[in-house]
């Protein structure tokens, strides 16, 4: 296990020894945001959605399976001879997440673990276009805030880190509602 892992560990358990906190429940959450694809040099930005479920170990511990989505279509990167390329992702993510009070209104959160994204990427090369089709297990990490809206619901603001395989990443930043149970 290498160190930054194990650090990661060792701090999500630490979260799990603080006091009960409001969002003990479990969730189902929807959010919505900007991304920023990149591979290289390229970049192209837009839409991703994501949905997901919660389950609580503790006040201050879940584990969380979500899905993701490049809501707003292929996003269109250009290269070194300007063609073109587009990319369509989408996938799901599996996390621990560590939850910390910050006030008596305010919770910091932070999430690690993996995500699968499927990729379909159409490019040129040697003057024909291609089309490829590639997936792939990669490391997933986040960091939030949420605020109570009411007794069973929370807003959250999020920023995560999807890399993704082939040397694709997305940074994207989230606004999102969870709904306690």
Not at 38 to 45: I, P
Not at 62 to 84: Q, V
Not at 138 to 161: C, D, T, W
Request: proline share 3%; with cysteine.
């Amino acid at each position: 296990m290498k160190l930054s892992h194990a650090g990661g560990t060792l701090a999500l358990l630490a979260c799990s020894l603080l006091p009960a906190t409001a969002s003990a429940y479990n969730q189902v959450y929807f959010q919505g945001g900007y991304s920023n694809l990149t591979v290289g040099d390229n970049h192209d930005s837009g839409w991703i959605t994501q949905v997901g479920y919660s389950f609580a170990f503790t006040y201050s511990m879940s584990l969380e399976a979500g899905i993701f989505s490049n809501a707003s279509g292929k996003a269109s990167l250009t290269d070194t001879d300007t063609h073109k390329e587009y990319v369509d992702y989408r996938g799901a993510v599996m996390a621990l997440r560590g939850e910390l009070p910050i006030s008596n209104m305010l919770l910091a959160y932070g999430k690690v673990g993996a995500n699968y994204t499927s990729l379909q990427y159409s490019h040129w090369g040697n003057g024909e276009r291609g089309n490829d089709e590639f997936g792939g297990v990669r490391p997933y990490v986040a960091v939030g805030i949420k605020a109570p809206f009411n007794h069973n619901l929370m807003v959250s603001g999020e920023m995560q880190y999807l890399d993704m395989p082939r040397g694709f990443s997305a940074n994207t930043f989230t606004l999102g509602l969870q709904f306690l149970f």
